[in-house]
């Protein structure tokens, strides 16, 4: 089991910048793919990156490719979302979720965070 916590989240002006982290417990982080995940006002839960066990691979929504950056260090059990060029329609609260198996597609993580609130306002 892993239990994952959030923090990062604020308020930043639109093009400005934001880095998340997700930091997890447990001794076997590396076998976990992360995703992050946001869920913004009145709209469901969307898919923002994932990245793999020993982060070779990673996976973005069209809405954030090239803006952001997911990231990991296993040897502080912790995954990064690096958010630039940030817009109002990226407000929302954001979430990291962890799964031994690749769910391309899919929320369907085991474990999830609390959440982190990010707002992007003028």
């Known amino acids: 089991q892993v239990q994952l916590v959030e923090s990062g989240g604020g308020v930043v002006q639109p093009g400005g910048s934001l880095r998340l982290s997700c930091a997890a417990s447990g001794r076997t982080f590396s076998s976990y793919v992360v995703g992050w995940f946001r869920q913004p006002p009145g709209k469901e839960r969307e898919f923002v990156a994932a990245i793999t066990w020993s982060g070779g691979n990673t996976y973005y929504a069209d809405s954030v490719e090239g803006r952001f950056t997911i990231s990991r260090d296993n040897a502080k059990n912790t995954v990064y979302l690096q958010m630039n060029s940030l817009k109002p329609e990226d407000t929302a609260v954001y979430y990291c979720?962890?799964?031994?198996?690749?769910?391309?597609?899919?929320?369907?993580?085991?474990?999830w965070g609390q959440g982190t609130q990010v707002t992007v306002s003028s």
């Open positions: 979720a962890a799964d031994p198996i690749l769910k391309q597609g899919s929320s369907r993580y085991d474990y």
